[in-house]
């Protein structure tokens, strides 16, 4: 006699992306990175608060789950995000990839600056954005470097970031 048994198993969907900002450095803003405020006499200029950090996880985020990009979702025409706070964005980030099934893995970040020095505010960002996204602090790398005072960069005009970010979506099959 032959016995016929139904198999369930788990399908896991892994999706990566990456994201990139840059935003100008200019006297007389707050300078904002990773969602924490960092004592500099320039800030990033930008339409929000021009948190460079957060701007490169969300696109990495949005672009893993095929969601397009910061920008389309959160225009900088519009006056509603005028200086908005970024972490508002990213807790906007993570409601619509898990309303869609993703859970966060992981997010690896670089944040390229010469001055100022943040590796000191590593782990508050880390704590900071881990609180925002629902997931342990382990879970969000961030490193720093120099441009070696090449470039916008190195001249001291700007700040860059990017961010990969690794997703992943259950679903069950039978």
Not at 127 to 135: G, H, P
Request: charged share 20%.
């Amino acid at each position: 006699m032959l016995a016929c048994i139904t198999l369930q198993y788990s399908i896991m969907q892994f999706r990566i992306g990456q994201g990139y900002d840059t935003h100008q450095l200019v006297e007389g803003r707050d300078f904002w990175l990773g969602g924490i405020k960092i004592p500099h006499y320039k800030g990033a200029s930008g339409h929000s608060d021009a948190d460079v950090l957060i701007h490169a996880i969300c696109d990495a985020i949005l672009g893993a789950a095929n969601l397009r990009d910061i920008g389309y979702h959160f225009p900088n025409k519009d006056a509603q995000y005028k200086d908005i706070d970024s972490k508002i964005l990213l807790s906007r980030v993570m409601d619509m990839v898990r309303k869609r099934g993703y859970e966060l893995v992981n997010v690896d970040a670089t944040v390229c600056l010469e001055k100022p020095k943040i590796s000191s505010h590593i782990e508050a960002m880390q704590n900071c954005l881990a609180a925002v996204m629902q997931v342990g602090p382990d879970a969000i790398s961030i490193k720093a470097t120099t441009n070696e005072k090449m470039g916008f960069v190195g001249r001291e005009e700007g700040v860059f970031a990017q961010a990969v970010a690794l997703l992943y979506k259950k679903d069950n099959a039978q």
